[in-house]
């Protein structure tokens, strides 16, 4: 019903820069939010930012003043820019959003595939 594609990640030289891409397509009726989630190695699974319908933002601690989330609009995308990088953002970065589609009576969430972040160097 929804279907959410990431993309921008890759290898980057720590303090280096990313922009990661993700556009939601279906059915969508409305979409009160979307995030970015990251998962690393032997971690569990963390928010890194969300933004609302609103246009509220939130951000993990770790990467305030680093990363910023925009988008969504009429075009079901969301833009995460990734400034000053470090080793430890390394890590498969996931979108969701949480979307009202067509025949359904209340929103759910719905994921992508995610796309692999490394910062080395």
């Known amino acids: 019903q929804v279907r959410l594609v990431e993309s921008g990640g890759g290898l980057v030289q720590p303090g280096g820069s990313l922009r990661l891409s993700c556009a939601a397509s279906?059915?969508?009726?409305?979409?009160?939010?979307m995030g970015w989630y990251r998962q690393a190695p032997g971690n569990e699974r963390e928010l890194v930012a969300h933004i609302a319908s609103d246009g509220i933002t939130t951000y993990a601690d770790s990467v305030k003043g680093r990363f910023a989330i925009s988008g969504i609009s009429a075009r079901n995308t969301v833009y995460l820019q990734m400034n000053s990088l470090k080793p430890e953002d390394t890590a498969v970065y996931s979108c969701n959003a949480g979307a009202l589609v067509q025949g359904t009576t209340w929103p759910r969430v719905y994921w992508g595939q995610g796309t692999q972040v490394t910062v080395s160097s």
């Open positions: 279906g059915s969508i009726l409305s979409i009160n939010g």
